[in-house]
């Protein structure tokens, strides 16, 4: 078959010109072997390059082969020298730390540190906590407290009240008579009523069988008490009381202040008769009284008008 060059229609090979549109068909035998011989040698240059490609796969394939086994070998010396210089090392040098241990104690350190604070930051809700509990408690037991001493002071100014109210009540704080607890020991009246006249009953108003209570209203309280010849004597200024069981006046004397033994020696002379330190004073022994000096120190201490004694 020939194909017109021209319109490219299929001719048989003995026509001359294109049964189609009558071109010459003699160059297209020329041309068509000229094609089919290009195509016959394309195709052989085609397989002559299929052969040379499979050639060139091979080598490169032996080529790859050879390479891997070269680096195999360099990988396995490069991994054997540093393995003997490690050996070597060792010999020489102590093996170099974990550095995975450093981790590990970086890891623990972290954890104590946190656990520290945790702890700090308990203990110090803690304290926190426990200091208002304190103070809420403080502060109910100073309630408590100050509520307590409100009611103690207010029982205390009852007392004082009730106590302020008793001393009104005391007839000794606004005496009656006073004045008659001062007595001169010098004076003529005291000569002639107390050391020259039976005087055992009392004395400026005071006498035997009052209360003490008659008698604090009349002279106040007492300043504190005074040793006479048998008893122990409450004193009223210059007078001495001694009171019985029953609170009633046993015995008045007089206690005078400042007097001493040898200032009432000169005033009354010498004593009749001594005992001891004390004075007695009975120049008449049938006037039934005798008067008792007791003295302690050069100090006159009590004057006694008592029954008179036996010499």
Not at 72 to 79: E, G, I, L, M, N
Not at 109 to 122: C, G, H, P
Not at 136 to 154: F, G
Request: proline share 3%; aromatic share 6%; net charge negative.
């Amino acid at each position: 078959m020939v194909f017109c060059t021209n319109c490219g229609h299929k001719n048989s090979e003995n026509q001359k010109f294109c049964v189609n549109c009558g071109a010459p068909l003699r160059n297209a035998n020329a041309s068509q072997q000229a094609s089919h011989k290009q195509d016959k040698e394309e195709t052989q240059s085609q397989h002559h390059d299929s052969q040379h490609a499979s050639a060139q796969q091979q080598h490169n394939q032996g080529g790859h082969q050879d390479h891997a086994r070269h680096t195999t070998q360099s990988s396995a010396s490069q991994s054997h020298e540093p393995h003997q210089q490690t050996r070597q090392a060792s010999h020489t040098y102590q093996q170099e730390p974990d550095k995975r241990g450093g981790s590990k104690v970086w890891i623990v350190i972290s954890t104590i540190i946190f656990l520290a604070i945790l702890a700090a930051l308990i203990f110090g809700a803690y304290k926190l906590y426990d200091h208002y509990t304190n103070k809420s408690d403080d502060h109910k037991q100073s309630q408590h407290a100050s509520k307590k001493d409100s009611n103690k002071s207010k029982s205390s100014d009852s007392d004082d009240s009730s106590s302020n109210k008793d001393k009104d009540d005391d007839p000794a704080d606004n005496p009656t008579d006073p004045d008659a607890a001062k007595v001169n020991v010098f004076s003529d009246h005291f000569d002639k009523n107390y050391m020259k006249a039976p005087s055992k009953q009392g004395y400026n108003g005071i006498n035997n069988g009052m209360t003490r209570e008659q008698v604090e209203k009349k002279l106040g309280h007492p300043e504190g008490e005074v040793d006479g010849r048998d008893h122990v004597f409450k004193q009223y200024h210059d007078l001495a009381v001694y009171y019985n069981d029953d609170d009633e006046v046993e015995q008045v004397a007089i206690a005078p202040h400042g007097v001493s033994k040898s200032e009432y020696i000169d005033v009354y002379s010498e004593p009749d008769d001594h005992e001891g330190d004390d004075l007695v004073y009975d120049s008449d022994t049938t006037n039934n009284f005798s008067v008792v000096v007791t003295v302690d120190g050069g100090s006159v201490k009590t004057i006694e008008n008592i029954d008179q004694l036996d010499r």
